[in-house]
């Protein structure tokens, strides 16, 4: 499944007992605490939307693009079966669901720094 819109997947991924909360217009963190995200207490990553598309990027930065089949709810699932904060999407992931990594320069023209 892939929600075409940040409410519809906030709604999904509070069916698997997770949180997702907008931090702006274009980010949306997933995790499974109420309230501000601190990364000390387990996993988080956040989504994006943009042209159709669905990113995925952990804090380090590490960006990744979703291809339009897979099911974005089961990634999210899989992502957050880790007990700890990821640094990079584990490899047996980015397999299972086809993750595309974005080049350093790809990740900076779609999520601009500053």
């Known amino acids: 499944m892939q929600p ?17 909360q907008l931090q702006n217009e274009d980010m949306l963190v997933v995790s ?9 207490r387990g996993n988080s990553f956040w ?5 159709g598309t669905w990113y995925l990027s ?3 930065p590490a960006g990744y693009r979703v291809p339009l089949d897979q099911d974005l709810v089961s990634l999210c699932a899989a992502c957050m079966g880790r007990s700890s904060a990821m640094y990079r999407v584990p490899p047996e992931v980015i397999q299972r669901f086809g993750l595309e990594e974005l080049e350093d320069n790809e990740y ?3 999520f601009p720094s500053g």
Do not use: D, H, I, M
């Open 47 to 51: 989504l994006c939307r943009k042209q």
């Open 32 to 40: 499974a605490q109420q309230g501000p995200v601190w990364p000390n």
């Open 4 to 20: 075409t819109s940040y409410s519809a997947l906030t709604e999904a991924l509070a069916k698997l007992g997770f949180v997702g």
């Open 58 to 60: 952990t804090w380090l």
């Open 108 to 110: 900076e023209r779609l």
